[in-house]
């Protein structure tokens, strides 16, 4: 999920399969950042059952007008037992990703 513009996302995508670290998108509607709202600070850092993880990405935009990309990854950064070449534990699981987006951008 994020701003960033579609060809990126679109590249970002293509080294996701490249990889076999896939990725999927998530709505960015406008009406989830009504749940960061708050009686007590600024804004909230979880947004409720209806959007769980979607609602997070209206909190880069308080921040920055820069496009951004955010890959949630938390589900899958550890294991119970190996699956291809994740280890058990600590799968690393973004890291081959982004590096051959990175790797590829500079070629």
């Keep these: ?34 749940m960061l709202k708050s009686d007590v600070a600024d804004f909230k850092n979880i947004g409720g059952v209806l959007a769980g993880q979607d609602h997070g990405w209206k909190i880069p935009g308080k921040f920055t007008a820069y496009p951004w990309l955010h890959l949630d990854i938390a589900g899958v950064a550890y294991l119970n037992s190996s699956q291809g070449y994740k280890v058990k534990i600590s799968t690393a699981v973004g890291l081959r990703l982004i590096y051959n987006f990175l790797k590829k951008k500079i070629s």
């Design 1 to 34: 999920m994020g701003t960033a513009d579609d060809d990126t996302k679109k590249q970002l995508e293509e080294t996701g399969h490249e990889t076999y670290e896939r990725l999927v998108h998530f709505p960015l509607w406008d009406e989830y950042g009504d």
